[in-house]
């Protein structure tokens, strides 16, 4: 069964760093594309980065350009999301995804505080 298991996520301060992982399992062929979104409390979900696992393209929130850094492993079959010089702005649920166009699944999330 497809499986996205999030991890990485924490408390860091405001200019902090972190690394967030998402495990996937289960595909019998590739996504189309594999991306970050995230959620804060009363806030709709938004997406942050996007790759796409043919070419290698990337798309990026304007919010977050610059010090966001998606990449994926194949063999490893995970997908990356570098967070540096975090903002309290960025304090939410992050999310991963897998985008088979007409489909999409979903990780359970894991948070992510920035905070003084």
């Known amino acids: 069964q497809v499986q996205l298991v999030e991890s990485g996520g924490g408390l860091v301060q405001p200019g902090g760093s972190l690394r967030l992982s998402c495990a996937a399992s289960?595909?019998?062929?590739?996504?189309?594309?594999m991306g970050w979104y995230r959620q804060a409390p009363g806030k709709a979900r938004e997406l942050v980065a996007t790759i796409t696992t043919d070419t290698g393209t990337t798309n990026y929130a304007d919010s977050v350009e610059g010090r966001f850094t998606i990449s994926g492993d194949n063999a490893k079959n995970t997908v990356y999301l570098q967070m540096n010089n975090l903002e309290p702005e960025d304090t939410a649920v992050y999310i991963c995804n897998a985008d088979f166009v007409v489909l999409h699944y979903w990780g359970q999330g894991t948070q992510v505080t920035v905070s003084s």
């Open positions: 289960g595909f019998t062929l590739d996504a189309y594309a």
